[in-house]
């Protein structure tokens, strides 16, 4: 902020203070990596190298396109993999930033729980890319970012899941604030897959007058596990007349198959 108003102070000055004023901000305010707090330049946008590495590491490697679980494109089977055959996936399909591991896992709990906002641009930048690459790119006619609960909202003070909503920059269609979560629910980190599905069964509800029917939903959030969210909120998606519900997710977790 600070820095901005330099900035903007000594720009008619010209060109000539501009290193000055760098040198100077570099001085006052050094950059740091947003998720170890290591010093960066300024050029390394927000993440030092290691993070960076960590983030694009997380983000390779193949994934199944119905439930986002680590498989080699040569092991599908069906519709999808070996992990999600038997399971009842009221989304129809869904895009990954990348698995929840390293800096990317650092990053979504910093944003989530300790105000880090300023995460927001990595995290985009996470998210954009899965959307980019999907398969349902050009399909999407209304966004739905998962719904928080207005207690919880007011307990943490923002939806992070919005924020990563307002963020996709190739969005044709418009967010849509229809979809609400009508009952304040657990936690999910601890729970198990059964005791997760239990938890949010249903938690959530459309508003009345909404435009969902005959509509092409895409959900979005910052992290699924075992997918009980995503497919509560698909599930109410669809009863409420939309024809397809796709996800998008800055990160995946429990790639270990038991989720």
């Known amino acids: 902020m600070i820095s901005t108003i330099l900035a903007n102070f000594l720009s008619p000055v010209g060109g000539l203070c501009r290193p ?36 694009l590491a997380c983000a390779a490697g193949d994934y199944c396109s119905r439930c986002g679980r680590d498989a080699s494109k040569y092991a599908a089977v069906g519709t999808g993999c070996a992990n999600c055959q038997d399971r009842k996936l009221h989304f129809d399909g869904i895009a990954r930033g990348g698995v929840y591991d390293g800096s990317l896992r650092n990053m979504i709990l910093a944003f989530k729980f300790r105000d880090r906002t300023e995460l927001d641009s990595q995290l985009c930048f996470m998210v954009n890319s899965a959307f980019a690459g999907s398969e349902f790119l050009d399909q999407i006619d209304v966004f739905v970012a998962v719904p928080l609960h207005w207690r919880r909202r007011l307990e943490r003070g923002y939806n992070q899941s919005l ?12 967010i849509s604030s229809d979809f609400v979560r009508t009952r304040y629910t657990a936690r999910q980190w601890n729970l198990s897959p059964a005791r997760r599905r239990r938890n949010v069964a249903g938690a959530f509800a459309v508003r009345k007058g909404h435009d969902f029917a005959g509509r ?34 800055a990160a995946v977790a429990m790639q270990d198959g038991n989720g």
């Not at 004023?21 to 998720?35: I, Q, R, T, Y």
């Not at 170890?36 to 983030?55: F, H, M, N, P």
């Not at 924020?163 to 418009?174: F, S, T, Y």
């Open 163 to 174: 924020i990563l909503c307002r963020g996709i920059e190739q969005a044709k269609g418009k």
């Open 216 to 249: 092409t939903v895409c959900l979005v959030d910052d992290i699924t596990t075992s997918g009980a969210t995503l497919n509560e909120c698909a599930k109410t998606l669809k009863q409420a007349g939309a024809e397809m519900v796709f996800a998008v997710v």
């Open 20 to 55: 000055a004023l760098e040198g100077l901000n570099h001085l006052l305010w050094p950059a740091v990596c947003n998720s170890c707090g290591t010093s960066i330049s300024e050029d390394q946008k927000g993440l030092c190298r290691r993070c960076w590495d960590e983030l």
